[in-house]
């Protein structure tokens, strides 16, 4: 497993993975289908904040594209906490990748942004994503309750911290 950053050229790529990935546990926010415009719009938003107000890196397995993970730095009063969010393909799961993956990007985003915690948001049926964030020393913070609609289902919102050391 590798985490390398983004770049203009894996537009394509990008469309395929978020196309084929898991959306049961993710935000509607992730356009539907995932056109390659959607993915030239992301990669220069990537481009932008890279090192700045995020740190965004594709996961490759093989020299293939198989995942996406990402640390974004909040504005206004919450500006010095990250939120963390990440997804891989499908075929991939349960190969401790992402628990891998996670553990990185926190070490180079504690380095390169002004943040000082890293907070992660999960569904709390999504339990593979809870035990990734708590392997890499997140603590259960808080819980909001019916906080989530997602496919006509509601679910409490977990939220996870790790402050820096
Ligand atoms: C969540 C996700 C990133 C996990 O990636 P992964 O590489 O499979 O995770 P890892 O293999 O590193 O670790 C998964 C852990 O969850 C456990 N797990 C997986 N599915 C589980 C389930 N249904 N019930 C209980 N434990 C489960 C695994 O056994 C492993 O824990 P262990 O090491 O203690 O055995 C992946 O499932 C995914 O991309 N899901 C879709 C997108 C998503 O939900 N993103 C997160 C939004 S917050």
Redesign the pocket.
């Known amino acids: 497993m590798e985490l390398r950053k983004w770049t203009l050229e894996d537009k394509k790529e990008l469309a395929e993975i978020c196309n084929a990935?898991?959306?049961?546990?993710?935000s509607d926010r992730l356009p539907n289908p995932y056109t390659e415009a959607s993915a030239v719009w992301w990669l220069n938003m990537v481009k932008e904040k890279e090192g700045k107000t995020g740190i965004f890196r594709k996961i490759l397995v093989d020299n293939r594209i198989i995942?996406n993970i990402s640390v974004e730095q909040k504005e206004d009063v919450y500006r010095r906490d990250g939120e963390?969010?990440?997804?891989?393909?499908?075929e991939?799961?349960?190969?401790?990748?992402?628990?891998?993956?996670?553990g990185q990007i926190c070490e180079t985003a504690f380095q390169e942004l002004d943040i000082i915690r890293i907070t992660?948001?999960?569904?709390a049926p999504?339990?593979?994503?809870?035990?990734?964030?708590?392997?890499n020393g997140f603590v259960l913070e808080g819980l909001m309750k019916n906080a989530v609609t997602k496919n006509g289902d509601t679910y409490n919102l977990c939220i996870y911290g790790k402050g820096k050391e």
């Open positions: 990935v898991d959306r049961r546990y993710l995942g963390i969010g990440y997804f891989l393909l499908p991939r799961y349960s190969q401790g990748i992402m628990t891998e993956a996670v992660g948001l999960v569904y999504n339990i593979a994503s809870r035990r990734v964030l708590e392997k």
